[in-house]
């Protein structure tokens, strides 16, 4: 026994009429003549084999055929006689012409291979085109060794194929967006308990106080057709300082650090991040005004294995915006509220280990917000409890595609990114506890989106001068 080579001086039968049965060969090279070399069966003695209508499944080396539209003519298949159905792996048409030989033409289309095959997304039919159609890549170095590979996978393996293409892409998930918009609605939560707290309770503020908070956040968006989702899990630490200006005005200014790691398809990104913002709140009367500004700046680092070869990418994602809100007190505890949020995301550009050039459009995002907060107050001897629960729906009137132009060789492709859904709750629960100069509190909130859910924890810890 020979690689892919049967020989034996004996009779070989193939049982007619099982349509299961299935002779699969290898072809490494073929001939201006149309002969082969490559897999056989042959008996010793004679030039055939009659396989009594069993079918041939064909593979082809990966240097034969490896451009779209080439063919070979004549490839000549007498050795099997009576020979069933034949067929390739991969993208190939086969055909028997007028003289009994086989027409095979490589008709993989990149864009049909990763859409229709295997139901790729639209941005792997984009990074398909592109990197089939590159010129100049270097066969050297890792990017001419990715283009050959990817050239191979969409003949033989268009699954992995269709993933490779989804890796090799910049995200095309709304990754930067949900994660920036947790980070700080984590932030502006506790911002907007403080000043909540410590209206209601009269002269709270008015000596100062410091806080510290830690956080912690789980978000996932789902999997869909165009896009492999993400999973993102941070944890942070915020704390700031605040104080009442008189008996109307409150103000303070915090910092807050955040490490998020986040996986998607095959890329894993680990983020660090940083915000700095300042808020206040205005109250006349039961009526009152309550706003906040950041400026926030990640650094985030991706890595993914594209079949065997490692591609890196590190770039900077800022942020800034602002949201105020304006709401009444009632007596019983209850206390609407509605107002706006408004975020700008811009990623710096970057290059990849791939020498692919990457350019992301920035994401304005501008939110409406309607909700109610109860407070409630439990006064005891030696502590004060204060349970408390939000509800809100948000309505994004603007939000932009996280889009991105990407350039590799001599050609360029753009990924048309997601974002999350324009209709949105949130919902939280806070429990806080005043005992001497020291204030304990421990919150959940839950974010939900179609599509996308985010999970939220925090402990904060605060002392009253």
Not at 254 to 283: E, P, Q, W
Not at 310 to 335: E, P
Request: charged share 20%.
């Amino acid at each position: 026994m020979a690689s892919n080579t049967l020989r034996t001086d004996n009779e070989v039968v193939f049982e007619d009429g099982q349509a299961q049965t299935t002779i699969g060969i290898v072809i490494n090279k073929v001939s201006g003549d149309g002969n082969y070399e490559g897999g056989k069966i042959i008996q010793e003695n004679s030039d055939s084999v009659d396989v009594n209508g069993a079918d041939l499944k064909i593979a082809f080396n990966s240097d034969i055929l490896s451009e779209q539209g080439s063919s070979i003519e004549n490839l000549n298949l007498s050795a099997f006689e009576g020979i069933g159905d034949v067929s390739t792996t991969g993208t190939y048409e086969i055909k028997k012409n007028s003289e009994g030989k086989y027409v095979v033409t490589n008709k993989a289309n990149y864009a049909d291979t990763s859409a229709v095959s295997v139901g790729g997304s639209v941005s792997n039919q984009k990074t398909a085109e592109a990197w089939n159609n590159a010129k100049g890549l270097s066969r050297d170095a890792v990017e001419g060794a990715m283009q050959k590979a990817l050239n191979i996978a969409s003949r033989e393996n268009p699954v992995q194929y269709a993933k490779a293409l989804t890796d090799l892409a910049p995200t095309n998930t709304a990754v930067h967006m949900g994660v920036t918009q947790d980070f700080n609605n984590q932030v502006a939560q506790e911002v907007s308990d403080r000043l909540s707290s410590g209206m209601s309770s009269g002269d709270a503020y008015e000596n100062g106080g410091v806080w510290v908070q830690t956080l912690y956040n789980r978000s996932k968006q789902n999997e869909t057709r165009q896009t492999p989702g993400f999973k993102s899990h941070t944890v942070g630490v915020a704390m700031g300082f605040d104080g009442s200006i008189n008996s109307k005005t409150t103000v303070g200014v915090g910092y807050a650090y955040g490490k998020s790691d986040i996986d998607s398809g095959g890329r894993d990104t680990d983020v660090k991040s940083h915000n700095f913002f300042v808020y206040g709140k205005y109250k006349p009367s039961q009526w009152f005004v309550k706003g906040m500004a950041n400026y926030g700046t990640a650094k985030y680092d991706e890595k993914a294995n594209i079949m065997g070869y490692a591609n890196k990418g590190k770039y900077d994602v800022d942020n800034y915006g602002f949201r105020t809100s304006v709401g009444y007190d009632f007596a019983n505890g209850i206390t609407p509220e509605a107002g706006l949020r408004y975020t700008h995301i811009k990623q710096d550009d970057y290059t990849d280990t791939m020498h692919q050039h990457i350019r992301s459009d920035d994401i304005d995002i501008m939110t409406a917000v309607a909700g109610v907060n109860y407070v409630h107050k439990i006064a005891k001897d030696d502590f004060v409890f204060t349970p408390s629960i939000h509800l809100a729906a948000t309505y994004d009137l603007t939000s932009d595609d996280s889009n991105a132009v990407v350039g590799v060789g001599n050609t360029i492709y753009r990924v048309k990114g997601d974002k999350l859904n324009r209709l949105g709750f949130e919902t939280g629960l806070n429990a806080a506890v005043d005992i001497d100069d020291w204030t304990l509190s421990a919150e959940y909130d839950l974010g939900l989106r179609e599509d996308y859910t985010s999970h939220t924890g925090m402990l904060k810890a605060k002392y009253n001068f």
